[in-house]
């Protein structure tokens, strides 16, 4: 099944998934799985050597996600450290697992491995998987802008160009200030941006997450996101229960202003996300 087509009947909410790290058994994918699956998401993304981990079990999980849970996958694809001949052999992997949708990425620079030249930006991805087969395609989009867009106006006319070059979906950054999202949401609409855009939510619940989201996604900390996590950063429990609380505050707004859908990274944890879930599952109508 195509994803794009699920947000012409309801809004979506969807999980994201990583390949276990190298020091963490492969296995332990499957209970991340089993915990996520009765909470019957619309579809899971399964990140493609995310945060520079450089592990490729994407498709594997995909086509495990697919046969043994029935829930649609998404692999990521992330294109700037592959050649092209590289790219075409994934789509192939992915056609023959029988995947639908792909996020097409850019990925994160590595300060350590020159990027290869074939493709800088995502749009030249999206083109060429348009060209290579029947693909549904989802984007990634700022709500605070691209750290390394010039201003916002070059970042969401970047972005009007990969919604013209194939993609059928969007979805955004993590991001913990609603107001940003509405902002990015309208200027993208007038941008003639027209395709579902999902709002990608982070429950942030432990101090270690906290130092990533600014230094790998550079997202903006509200002062009442800080108030709280500092007043618990000596009490683990309580951090994690404001952290849920947070992210279900975030989404119960975000649906109260007509969101297309929501976009949880799990971090394969499905006791956070089964927190989060119990409290709006049934708000996703
Ligand atoms: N779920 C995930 O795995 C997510 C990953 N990311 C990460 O975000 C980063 C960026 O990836 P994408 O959004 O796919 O990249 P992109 O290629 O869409 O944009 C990257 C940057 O290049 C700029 N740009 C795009 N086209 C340009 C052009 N023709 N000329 C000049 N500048 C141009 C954009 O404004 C932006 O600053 C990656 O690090 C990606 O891995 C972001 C969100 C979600
Ligand atoms: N620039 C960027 N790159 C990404 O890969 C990315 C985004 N943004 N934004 C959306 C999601 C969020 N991603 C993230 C966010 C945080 C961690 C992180 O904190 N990782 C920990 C390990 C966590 C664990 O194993 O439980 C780390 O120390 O790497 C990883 C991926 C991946 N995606």
Same mark, same amino acid.
């Given at each position: 099944m195509k994803t794009c087509d699920i947000f012409k009947q309801k809004t979506t909410l969807s999980f994201e998934v990583f390949p276990p790290k190298s020091d963490t058994p492969i296995d332990s994918i499957y209970s991340t799985i089993d915990g996520l699956a009765p909470l019957k998401p619309d579809f899971i993304s399964v990140t493609y050597g995310a945060g520079g981990s450089g592990s490729n079990a994407t498709i594997?999980?995909? =086509?495990?996600?697919? =046969?043994?849970?029935?829930? =649609?996958?998404? #692999?990521?694809? +992330? *294109?700037?450290?592959?050649?092209?001949?590289?790219?075409?052999?994934?789509?192939?992997?992915?056609?023959?697992?029988?995947?639908?949708?792909?996020? #097409?990425?850019?990925?994160?620079?590595?300060?350590n491995v020159p990027p290869h030249e074939d493709f800088r930006y995502a749009a030249e991805l999206i083109e060429l998987i348009k060209e290579s087969g029947d693909f549904n395609i989802l984007g990634a989009c700022y709500p605070e802008g691209h750290p390394e867009a010039p201003n916002m106006v070059e970042d969401i006319r970047h972005l009007k160009e990969k919604v013209d070059a194939g993609c059928s979906q969007l979805i955004s950054q993590l991001f913990f200030d609603n107001e940003d999202f509405y902002a990015f949401r309208e200027k993208a609409a007038?941008?003639?941006? @027209?395709?579902?855009?999902? #709002?990608?939510?982070?429950?942030?619940?432990?101090?270690?997450?906290? +130092?990533?989201?600014?230094?790998? *996604?550079? #997202?903006?900390?509200?002062?009442?996101?800080?108030?709280?996590?500092?007043?618990?950063?000596? @009490?683990?429990?309580?951090?994690?229960d404001a952290g849920i609380a947070y992210a279900v505050s975030q989404i119960v707004d975000l649906i109260a202003n007509d969101v297309d859908g929501i976009h949880l990274y799990t971090m394969n944890n499905p006791y956070i996300a089964t927190k989060i879930c119990s409290a709006v599952q049934s708000l996703f109508k």
């Open positions: 594997g999980i995909c =086509e495990m996600i697919k =046969e043994k849970y029935g829930i =649609e996958p998404v #692999a990521h694809l +992330a *294109c700037i450290n592959l050649t092209r001949e590289k790219v075409l052999f994934e789509l192939a992997q992915m056609r023959a697992a029988g995947i639908e949708n792909i996020l #097409a990425l850019r990925g994160d620079i590595n300060p007038i941008a003639g941006i @027209d395709v579902p855009i999902e #709002a990608g939510i982070m429950p942030v619940t432990n101090p270690k997450t906290i +130092a990533r989201m600014a230094t790998l *996604c550079h #997202a903006k900390l509200p002062k009442k996101f800080l108030t709280i996590m500092s007043k618990y950063e000596n @009490d683990p429990i309580a951090m994690r």
